[in-house]
């Protein structure tokens, strides 16, 4: 094959560096936004956090290159690596309590076990996930265990070393699936009632037939009454599905804090709308190194030769500081200047906090109202809250879907929802309603909805279908 050359001329949109991090500052929310800022302070040896936010600003108006003349500094120089390829990046540890593995480790130590059972009972407990349960085969766990830690084990032994797990608190640690997890906290219950032992019972020889809800099938296969089977499902209930959720000292993840990026607040007719700064703090380029550069620069201009790749590093970081500065007021814009419209758009919402009253609303319409693309518009809304006097809102959950009804009414998408809530709270939970029987509902009160748009909002709402929903 011939090597030849020919030119090409192609348009390709690019975003520079200062542009992509613009973007994730846009993303980041308030506490996020706090550790960034803090991170730049430390990384950027001209920024310091600014005490008094009424300070003068002179110093983030002067530009170096009035101080050097003849700056023929190849551009390379000017890109500031502090970092040597030597250095090791080190982890911050936080401390936090014992995660669940840890405690299980703790109590196998109590047992009197031999090194090899120890090792492997270990190995164990590292497989348990979050939800308390063992979801590998034993199979699959000895031949780990024989690359990692140079032990044959056979399958057999897994199990007995898996019993001694299952003694451990909390109880029902380290089952293979619903059914064990449910008869080992059982087995550590006194089963002093026939309630408890017909519930045994139950998930012992008819455990399928309890989770799909076929009570009828199982009240006549045990030969019981209605209310000692409802005695019986009411101690299964009282279980715990999820055995590691039982343990809560620490190393496991928790709902996190929120802290609200926005104050909208209401009086007199009139909204408030303000952005949360919380603690992030205002900064500022230390003056000193501005002097620094004037006390080397000659009083004609010149700058020595020894001075300038030190110049030319405090420019670097001088620039850098000064584009920071600038997209944290350009994020502060766009956040006010989203929010507003957002507001403006669902002002009957906000003063009172009903759902009915929210408009259908999607991202277009708030990025045509302010001008900015509608990708934007989905960073400034994403994982963003605002505190409002009904509470801390999702500003997600602000956007739905238009639906329009027989009468030609558009509506929102929440106002279907809530309706189907009512519908489903209000039915024989006996006989409770399928996704058809919901349709037909809606339909009959106007609202043109398919039966797969009923079960896509039904999910939506976290609630199972009709045959889970079941009750005696």
Known sequence: MAISQRQIQKLQQTLSPQQIQMIKLLELPTMQLEQRVKQEIE????????????????????????????????????????????????????????????????QLRYRNLSDR?????EFLVGSIDEDGYLRR?????????????????APDELERVLGIIHQLEPAGIGARNLQECLLLQM????????AKRLARKIV?????????????????????GEEEFRDAIEEIRHLSPKPGNLYSEGGMDTTPYIIPDFRIDYHDGQFELSLNSYNIPEVKINRRYMEMIRDMVTSN????????????????????????ISAIKQRHDTLMR????????????????????????????????????????SRVVNSKYAQTHFGIILLKSLFSEAM???????????????????????????????????????????????????AKYREMLDIPVARLRKQI
């Open 301 to 324: 201009g010149i700058v020595a030769e020894k001075n300038r790749e030190a110049i030319q590093f405090v420019k670097s970081k001088i620039d850098s500081a000064k584009w920071f």
């Open 187 to 194: 087995r550590l219950r006194r089963m002093d009632s026939p």
């Open 338 to 377: 989203t929010m507003q419209e957002i507001l403006n758009f669902q002002k009957e919402y906000f003063k009172d906090g009903d759902k009915s009253k929210l408009r259908p609303m999607i991202l277009k319409d708030i990025a045509d109202r302010t001008g900015l693309d509608v990708s934007t518009i």
């Open 43 to 106: 990384e950027n040896i001209v920024l310091e956090e600014e005490e008094n936010a009424s300070d003068d600003e002179e110093a983030q108006k002067i530009s170096v290159d009035d101080y050097i003349r003849d700056d023929d500094t190849p551009s390379y120089k000017s890109r500031i690596n502090n970092f040597s390829k030597d250095d090791k990046q080190r982890p911050v540890n936080i401390t936090e309590g014992r995660s669940m593995q840890e405690y299980l480790a703790e």
């Open 204 to 224: 012992t020889s008819y455990f399928e037939e309890f989770v799909k809800k076929h009570y009828e099938k199982l009240m006549s296969r045990l030969g019981v």
């Open 117 to 121: 059972d120890m090792r492997i009972a």
């Open 404 to 454: 329009q009804t027989e009468s030609g009414e558009i509506v929102s998408s929440y106002e279907i929802k809530n309706l189907l809530q009512t519908c489903i709270d209000e039915e024989d939970k006996r006989h409770p309603l399928t996704d058809e029987t919901l349709m037909n509902i809606l339909n009959a009160k106007g609202y043109c909805i398919a039966r797969r748009t009923v």
């Open 137 to 153: 085969d034993l199979d699959s766990i000895s031949d780990d265990i024989a690359f990692s830690l140079g032990i044959e084990v």
